[in-house]
């Protein structure tokens, strides 16, 4: 499984940006599939999680600093994965990443994820 993630950049505080997670290799179907963040200086952390199966959605899951402003997302026929960011704050400002486990156990764990993007910058400006 490849995965690219794109559709960072540079937003005001209170804006709105759309990340996208591409996966190529084989489809998302049943994978545990997360986003993932890291500012500069920090640990990486759990921002969201979701699983699917065709028209089933098995979990959708956030962390409490993003949960009411972020929405996470699949689309089984494009095979990606989306995070849709608004009511942007500075504190948001990291590099993002999508992850994908094929055997969806430890949600919010690093660890539990077999396969990572390569990242994409989200920029906040107060």
């Keep these: 499984v490849q995965l690219q993630a794109s559709g960072g950049g540079l937003v005001q505080a209170g804006g709105s940006l759309r990340l996208s997670?591409?996966?190529s290799g084989r489809p998302f179907s049943g994978?545990?599939?997360g986003w993932f963040r890291q500012a500069p200086g920090k640990e990486r952390e759990f921002v969201a999680a979701i699983s699917w199966?065709?028209?089933t959605t098995y979990y959708r899951y956030y962390a409490d600093s993003v949960k009411g402003r972020f929405t996470i997302s699949g689309d089984n026929?494009?095979?990606?994965?989306?995070?849709q960011m608004n009511s942007l704050k500075p504190e948001d400002t990291a590099v993002y990443y999508c992850a994908a486990d094929p055997s969806p156990g430890?949600?919010?764990?690093?660890?539990?994820?077999?396969?990572?993007g390569q990242g994409t910058l989200v920029t906040v400006s107060s």
């Excluded at 026929?77 to 995070?83: D, Q, R, S």
């Excluded at 430890?106 to 990572?116: E, F, K, N, P, S």
């Design 53 to 55: 199966s065709g028209g």
């Design 77 to 83: 026929a494009k095979n990606t994965m989306y995070l």
């Design 21 to 23: 997670c591409a996966a």
């Design 31 to 33: 994978y545990g599939m």
């Design 106 to 116: 430890g949600i919010i764990v690093v660890a539990d994820y077999d396969y990572w």
